[in-house]
Structure formats: C-alpha cells, structure tokens
C-alpha cells in the first residue's frame, strides 16, 4: 500500500487540512489542524508557535470583499473557509487540499505598548501599526498629489 493510498484510508488524516497564517512582518506558518478545529484552539496554537503570552491583543482574519473580518473565536473555521476546503483532501501535490489564508493581527488597540509585558507581541503589535500608518499617509500623499495636480 503506498502513501497515497494509507492516507485517503485513514480518516483522521482526511479531516486534516493545511492553514497558511500571515503575520504582521510578513513571515507566514503553515499549520495542520482538523476541519472541526475552532478559531480560539488555532489561535492559541498559533500563539504557543510564535512564544506569545499576551495573545488576547491578536486576532484572526480572513480577507472578504476586501476587507479584514476578524473571526469570532467560538466559531469553527470552516465558518470562514472555502468551500473546497472543507471538502475531501485533493490528490494532488499537497496531500492537505489548498492552504486556507489566514491573517494573525492585533486586534485590540493599545495606547500604551509599554503596557505588553514581552517583546515578541510589542514587535508583532508595532509592525502592524506601522504597515497601517504608512498605507495611510501613502494614501494621503497621493491624494494631495493628485489635488496639486488637478489644480494646475
């Protein structure tokens, strides 16, 4: 019996399926977790990963219409995933199916950064506000560019 063949036999292998996970610097984890896995259990295993205590700031988001929805901890992923996802694992390269896309964010604002007791979340935390500030003053400065513009 080759490898190919143990695997679609074995069932808990086939209600694995891959999670990619972006981070705020851009770094990503690959994650196996089972289809019925809830958004807090990948959360704290996406903590545990990184060494995080303070994971209560952070989140999880999913990308719809454009937008960053964060996902409600109680909810099972497959609330957020593609359909395909949650569907058999494929025969393809990856024995897992496609990754489904995920976005390890802070979620909560906090006025003081000081107030984090470790330097790995201040760093995640201030990296991503960061990336925000400067698409934003990105955005601004190409607004007043075309305003200068449009004034000539």
Known sequence: MNKLTSFHNNKAMQDRRCVCVFLPNDDTLNV????????????????????????????????QNNEHIYMELGQKLSKYCPKEW???????????????IIHFRAQYYVENGRLIRQVVPQRSYKLLFDSVCNSVSNLLLHILKFNNQRQV
């Open 32 to 63: 196996i977790v089972n289809v019925k896995t809830l958004c807090q259990e990948l959360l704290v295993q996406v903590c545990d990963l990184l060494r995080l205590k303070d994971c209560h700031l952070f989140g999880l988001s999913v990308i």
């Open 86 to 100: 949650k569907r058999e694992a494929s025969k393809g390269i990856d024995q897992f199916g496609p990754p489904m």
